[in-house]
Antibody, heavy 122, light 113 residues
Framework: QVQLVQSGAEVKKPGASVKVSCKAS????????VHWVRQAPGQGLEWMGVINPSGGSSSHAEKFQGRVTMTRDTSTTTFYMQLTMLKSEDTAVYYC???????????????WGQGTVVTVSS | DIVMTQSPDSLSVSLGERATINCKSS????????????LAWYQQKPGQPPKLLIY???ARESGVPDRFSGSGSGTHFTLTISSLQAEDVAVYYC?????????FGQGTKLEIK
């Protein structure tokens, strides 16, 4: 069965960086894009960006340009999202989510990781 | 960015009754070339990730009960739960994937009356 298993909770100080991992299994790794979505406490969902597992190219929301890097390791079928220059407003649950389409575009999210809580506090 | 606006923000419905959630986009999320509406609905329960219910505005995801249905086109969409069950208590989000950044509605909290 399809699974996306994320790394554990992180506590960071303002100005630091965080790297969240998302291990994919149960499907052909190269066949689906993976998106990153975050959710601040008590708030809604915010799309951060998407990565192509085949080749590793990525696209990010303009809001995160210069601060976010999305990568993947094909040998371990793991995706990574690194966010730098953390601020208190980055405190959120970060999710990876598999794109449900056929790589002809970026579509809906059919499987989600369990989420990683990132807390930014001095 | 496309702004997604859901209504109402919260909804209280009796067990067995119909629940209707609306979603409006600030511009059309339909491609005329393929007649598809780039709109999905998700259900999120406390402490859990969102779960896909509906995609292409009206296609039900595998395993989702048939009491959930989606409709609409262009800029106006609706999620309907035909007969509310206790396990349907959750927050529901619409999402457009017509263009990036993909954007979500603010969420509708559904409770039992």
């Amino acid at each position: 069965q399809v699974q996306l298993v994320q790394s554990g909770a992180e506590v960071k100080k303002p100005g630091a960086s965080v790297k969240v991992s998302c291990k994919a299994s149960g499907y052909t790794f190269n066949n689906h894009y993976v998106h990153w979505v975050r959710q601040a406490p008590g708030q809604g969902l915010e799309w951060m960006g998407v990565i192509n597992p085949s080749g590793g190219s990525s696209s990010h929301a303009e809001k995160f340009q210069g601060r976010v890097t999305m990568t993947r390791d094909t040998s371990t079928t793991t995706f990574y999202m690194q966010l730098t220059m953390l601020k208190s407003e980055d405190t959120a649950v970060y999710y990876c989510a598999r794109d449900g389409g056929d790589r002809s575009g970026w579509f809906y999210f059919d499987f989600w990781g369990q989420g990683t809580v990132v807390t930014v506090s001095s | 960015d496309i702004v997604m606006t859901q209504s109402p923000d919260s909804l209280s419905v009796s067990l067995g009754e119909r629940a209707t959630i609306n979603c409006k986009s600030s511009q059309s999320v339909s491609y005329s070339s393929n007649s598809k509406n780039y709109l999905a609905w998700y259900q999120q329960k406390p402490g859990q990730p969102p779960k896909l219910l509906i995609y292409w505005a009206s296609a039900r995801e595998s395993g989702v009960p048939d009491r959930f249905s989606g409709s609409g086109s262009g800029t106006h969409f609706t999620l309907t739960i035909s007969s509310l069950q206790a396990e349907d208590v959750a927050v529901y989000y619409c999402q457009q994937y017509y263009t990036t950044p993909h954007t979500f509605g603010q969420g509708t909290k559904l409770e039992i009356k």
